[in-house]
């Protein structure tokens, strides 16, 4: 399977700890984006790479959170001291430059934060 | 700043009738369009997109969706219903020119009854 792939689907973790996720796009884009969808919501964007560089980053996106791409192919989305908001799941999608940003979505990995 | 309204937040329809889900816009000029489909446990599916060339918008799944923008609506149709059509569908939009995000509408969840 070609497609964008996260990992772990799921992941539960008390308040207060850290959690990392993983993405890896489609290995011909060059871009990738972070989205949050909470229960009953469409996803909302969070931030986005072309290649290594990180060029937008959402008001949601606290400081609590950061994402890499050091390397510009794989992705990584951390969450410090988390919270009980923070549960959602949190998507991934990769698209080439240019068009008209046709994104291709992994499956997510849904957060429980108890 | 672009914004997209589900009218619909959940729609019903039997097998092999037909399926409407409605979505309007709103927009400082002219948008780009698309919409995707999100199976339980699967990632989001791109279904069609509408890029300022045709306004009826033809997509994969016997999908289509017209652009009408002096009702500044995209609604997305389809002649008969499948059974595997039961989702959430989501209609979105482009942030703005050159922007690199996408905006998420609420959803509109599908029910097909047998």
């Known amino acids: 399977d070609t497609g964008v792939s996260q990992d772990p689907r799921h992941k539960i973790t008390k308040r207060g700890q850290n959690v990392t996720f993983r993405c890896d796009p489609i290995s011909e884009h060059n871009r990738l984006y972070w989205y949050r969808q909470t229960l009953g919501q469409g996803p909302e964007f969070l931030t986005y790479f072309q290649n290594e560089a990180q060029l937008e980053k959402s008001r949601l996106l606290s400081d609590r959170f950061s994402a890499e791409r050091p390397k510009g192919s794989f992705s990584t989305l951390e969450i410090q001291r988390t919270e009980q908001g923070d549960s959602a799941m949190y998507l991934c999608a990769s698209s080439l430059e240019g068009g008209v940003l046709e994104q291709y979505f992994g499956p997510g990995t849904r957060l429980t934060v108890t | 700043a672009q914004s997209v309204t589900q009218l619909d937040s959940h729609v019903s329809v039997s097998e092999g009738t037909p399926v409407l889900l409605r979505c309007n816009y709103s927009?400082?000029?002219?948008?780009?369009l698309f919409w995707y489909v999100q199976h339980p446990n699967k990632g989001l599916q791109l279904l069609l997109k509408y890029t300022s060339a045709a306004t009826l918008v033809k997509g994969i799944n016997g999908f289509e969706a017209e652009f009408k923008k002096s009702e500044t609506s995209f609604h997305l149709t389809k002649p008969s219903a499948h059974m595997s059509d039961a989702a959430e569908y989501f209609c979105v939009v482009r942030a703005r020119t050159g922007a690199n995000n996408l905006f998420f509408g609420t959803g509109t969840r599908l029910t097909v009854i047998p």
């Open positions: 927009s400082s000029y002219s948008p780009s």
